[in-house]
């Protein structure tokens, strides 16, 4: 079916004489892979977006494709006419392509989701990718000598906000048509891969073999291996302090909160010299580690941050303002909720800052408010 529809190309381009499509079992360093080798037997200068969208549309409705499947093909063309279009400064509808033109790029296109539909990956599912390693070193092509990766490959990177990894060898390891697959495929990139239970590992070869490493793209198929929490990536921040006071960790505990760490934490330790001190330890965001650690510099006087990235697992949280009424005092508190995957509370906790305050006008301990926030947050969620 897949060699099916990427033939089909063939007929539906100008200049186009032929497409055949291949595919054999072969070695990369050892590791069994599925190459796929499509061949065209075409002439032309360059082809415009326009000629390319039609052929596809035609070639996608010949081959009875899902409304999905035609939207995925449609959208991975589209991010790589954008992205050509950016780079050289024109228009979707005007921008001349050449290599990316080729029969063998829609031919890629129109196989991949005839495959993606064939294994239901479709819908229903989630597909997670690691950092994309792009080489580096130069490549020649239709615009002279260009450094790898591609300007058209970065553009639909750097637009789809997929992160990259230069080499490990010279050499151009993602192309335009492949970056926009999977800008059009993932729902996130992580380092790691998710918690799951793989039951099926597949191998694609590339056209080349390294020296250096096996030129294949690995793809796996599991389920979840837990539903009862979920999995992120977090920057853990660490350093030591051996010379300032408590007055100021306590400060750069609450400037590092401000500025938007999920959690700090300080701990006793001894350093150099039999000193006593602390690990101040930050949780952040990825994307907010080096501001954070440049706070907890500027904040500390230390000299150097440790980093590291690492998964935790979470339940979902959120918080709920509920309105409450004591003693003929009306008030509102927040209330963090906590549920698992199956969206049951797992538990409830009364913002403590609400609860102060309202005991504080009720003049009421603040244990007392608590105890009565927590049951009133009860009865309202459980009727809700």
């Not at 993602?174 to 793989?198: C, E, H, K, Q, W």
Request: hydrophobic share 40%; glycine share 10%.
């Amino acid at each position: 079916k897949i060699k099916e529809a990427a033939e089909a190309i063939g007929g539906r381009l100008t200049g186009c004489r032929s497409v055949r499509v291949g595919a054999s079992d072969v070695r990369r360093h050892g590791i069994r892979a599925m190459r796929i080798d499509v061949k065209v037997d075409e002439r032309f200068d360059h082809r415009t977006g326009g000629e390319l969208m039609r052929a596809l549309s035609g070639c996608a409705e010949d081959c009875r494709l899902s409304s999905r499947a035609q939207g995925f093909s449609r959208g991975v063309l589209r991010t790589i006419l954008r992205a050509e279009a950016n780079v050289h400064g024109t228009t979707v509808d005007r921008v001349r392509l050449h290599e990316v033109g080729s029969a063998d790029t829609l031919a890629d296109i129109i196989g991949v989701a005839v495959a993606l539909e064939d294994l239901r990956l479709l819908e229903g599912v989630e597909i997670h990718s690691t950092p994309v390693t792009v080489g580096g070193g130069l490549f020649r092509s239709s615009h002279g000598t260009l450094s790898s990766p591609a300007p058209a490959t970065l553009e639909i990177l750097k637009e789809g906000g997929i992160p990259m990894i230069g080499g490990p060898i010279e050499a151009e390891l993602v192309t335009p048509t492949g970056a926009a697959l999977l800008a059009n495929l993932i729902d996130s990139v992580s380092r790691f891969y998710p918690s799951m239970v793989a039951e099926r590992v597949g191998y694609g070869a590339g056209g080349k073999d390294f020296e250096e490493i096996p030129n294949v793209l690995r793809v796996l198929i599991g389920s979840k291996a837990s539903a009862r929490t979920s999995v992120e990536e977090v920057c853990v921040l660490e350093t030591n302090l051996d010379d300032v006071t408590g007055e100021v960790v306590g400060h750069a505990i609450s400037r590092l909160m401000e500025v938007g760490a999920k959690d700090v934490s300080v701990i006793p330790t001894t350093t150099k010299k039999s000193r006593p001190g602390y690990v101040v330890k930050v949780v952040a965001d990825k994307r907010d580690a080096e501001g954070l650690a440049w706070e907890m510099m500027r904040e500390t006087g230390s000299i150097g941050v440790r980093a590291y990235v690492c998964q935790r697992f979470v339940l979902r949280r959120e918080v709920i303002p509920i309105d409450v009424e004591l003693r003929g005092v009306r008030g509102r508190i927040g209330v963090k909720v906590v549920r698992n995957s199956d969206g049951r509370i797992v538990r409830l906790k009364p913002e403590f800052d609400d609860v102060r305050a309202l005991a504080k006008r009720v003049g009421r301990p603040v244990r007392e408010v608590m105890e009565y926030a927590h049951r009133r947050a009860r009865e309202i969620l459980s009727k809700a």
